[in-house]
């Protein structure tokens, strides 16, 4: 059994700035892919930055260098720097963890998703 918790997100102006951070806790495996994921009403949810433990970051194609993902693998969390938003990014943002197991896990963990909206 693991817990995401996510933090941060919220309100901000187009081409402001957020910042999001989740922590991983219980059982967590080692290799691992932890990230981020968005979803809008109507739409399938979509990858925004995921990484293993090596650190190798995959973008969705929407980021175009806005967005940076990290992690840090001794606390267990991983993070995502939001720039130069854009009202088409309000989304709610859901942290994601699926360990590297063999045979592969078919149950991948989310957190419980943290809304970021971009109004003026």
């Known amino acids: 059994q693991v817990r995401l918790v996510e933090s941060g997100g919220g309100l901000v102006q187009p081409g402001g700035s957020l910042r999001l951070s989740c922590e991983v806790s219980g059982s967590v495996f080692n290799p691992n892919v932890m990230g981020w994921y968005r979803q809008v009403p109507g739409k399938a949810r979509e990858v925004v930055a995921t990484?293993?433990?090596?650190?190798?970051?995959r973008y969705g194609e929407f980021v175009k260098g806005r967005f940076t993902g990290s992690r840090d693998n001794a606390k267990n969390m991983v993070f995502l720097q939001l720039n130069s938003l854009e009202p088409e990014d309000t989304a709610l943002y859901f942290c994601?963890?699926?360990?590297?197991?063999?045979?592969?896990?078919?149950?991948?963990?989310w957190g419980q998703g943290t809304q970021d909206t971009v109004s003026s």
């Open positions: 990484s293993t433990n090596r650190r190798s970051i």
């Open positions: 994601y963890y699926n360990p590297l197991t063999i045979p592969p896990s078919t149950t991948p963990n």
